[in-house]
């Protein structure tokens, strides 16, 4: 069975950084390109990052310098590393494997807000 757990999410000041975890299970995680996304209250789902099987990253335009997305393919786990973080980067963060893009873990709520 496919799952994917987000954890580390929580309430941090503008300017604050959180480190997010991503815990898959039911792939062949090693082989499989992974990544975020987040949905901000309203709004639509978007993208945030990409991880490649060879540690390629590639990031959506407002998050570039700030997130730092990674893997560690032992702990079938990827990161998200989130610094100088914006009240506009509040919202639910989520994991996934794009090739099997109908599997959604229940997400890890970001706050930012003084």
């Known amino acids: 069975q496919v799952q994917f757990v987000e954890s580390g999410g929580g309430l941090v000041q503008p300017g604050g950084s959180l480190r997010l975890s991503c815990a898959a299970s039911?792939?062949?995680?090693?082989?499989?390109?992974m990544a975020w996304f987040r949905q901000a209250p309203g709004k639509q789902r978007e993208w945030v990052a990409s991880?490649?099987?060879?540690?390629?990253?590639d990031y959506e335009d407002s998050v570039k310098g700030r997130f730092a997305i990674s893997r560690d393919n032992a702990k079938n786990t990827v990161y998200l590393q989130m610094n100088s973080l914006k009240p506009e980067d509040t919202a639910i963060y989520y994991c996934?494997?794009?090739?099997?893009?109908?599997?959604w873990g229940q997400g890890t709520q970001v706050t930012v807000s003084s």
């Open positions: 996934m494997a794009p090739y099997i893009s109908k599997y």
């Open positions: 039911g792939i062949i995680f090693r082989i499989r390109t």
């Open positions: 991880v490649g099987t060879d540690d390629s990253t």
